[in-house]
């Protein structure tokens, strides 16, 4: 079975604080990525990396960065944790796609940040 | 900016009923097609993948696939109590990207 597993299951940082939320995957997946959700937002794509030392921006990262050093562990990092990123954050990853249609994504168990 | 709809809900229905969950998408070249089932509180978990045209049925699921008319949806038969989660509907991005496209989800309830 596959298994994503994320550093915290809550958080509580003070503004201003530098945050980082860690996600580990045991499958050898060369994707990982970082999304954010929040009520009727949905599931918003903050970074992805299709490969080590590999990122790309997704949706919203603006406020974020992170950090692909080995295969199995992609961080995402809070440069200066804001009110605005009180959220659900959840790790995901895949293989690489090598057929004709993408390779499931499979979800750690989130992380619920809560940013005083 | 490639787009997945879902109707927002939420739905009820009684228990042993069919749930029927809908979703459309905007991008005519997407290929890839998933239904996610996601409790209260916990992350999203993989029911069904579909990729051709036609239906997929697995045990109580059947995912369809429209192409043309640019839609997906989800059928549960003999609903159960347990369910009751938001399901969320996703689709591949731009070709040759890894990314999905989330649908913003649809909270369905069956009663016992």
């Known amino acids: 079975d596959v298994k994503v597993t994320q550093s915290s299951r809550y958080l509580v940082k003070r503004t201003g604080e530098k945050v980082f939320l860690e996600c580990v995957q045991d499958?050898?997946?060369?994707?990982m990525f970082w999304y954010r959700q929040d009520p009727g937002l949905g599931l918003r794509l903050i970074y992805f990396s299709y490969d080590v030392k590999m990122k790309e921006k997704g949706d919203i990262p603006e406020g974020y960065s992170v950090s692909r050093e080995k295969k199995e562990r992609f961080s995402l990092i809070l440069e200066s944790a804001s009110t605005n990123q009180t959220s659900m954050y959840l790790c995901?990853?895949?293989?690489?796609?090598?057929?004709?249609?993408?390779?499931?994504?499979?979800f750690g168990p989130g992380t619920r940040l809560l940013v005083l | 900016q490639k787009e997945v709809e879902q109707n927002s809900g939420p739905l009820s229905v009684p228990e042993g009923a069919i749930a029927s969950l809908n979703c459309t998408y905007s991008?005519?070249?997407?290929?890839?097609f998933f239904w996610y089932r996601q409790y209260s509180g916990k992350s999203p978990e993989l029911i069904m993948s579909i990729y051709s045209n036609g239906d997929k049925e697995d045990g109580r699921f059947t995912a369809q696939l429209n192409k043309a008319s640019q839609y997906v949806s989800l059928l549960i038969r003999d609903s159960q109590p347990s369910d009751s989660a938001t399901y969320l509907c996703?689709?591949?991005?731009?070709?040759?990207?890894?990314?999905?496209?989330f649908g913003k989800g649809m909270k369905l309830t069956v009663n016992p």
């Open positions: 499958m050898d997946h060369e994707n």
């Open positions: 996703a689709g591949d991005s731009q070709g040759g990207s890894e990314k999905l496209v």
């Open positions: 991008d005519r070249g997407s290929q890839s």
């Open positions: 995901a990853s895949s293989l690489w796609t090598s057929g004709i249609g993408l390779e499931t994504q499979y």
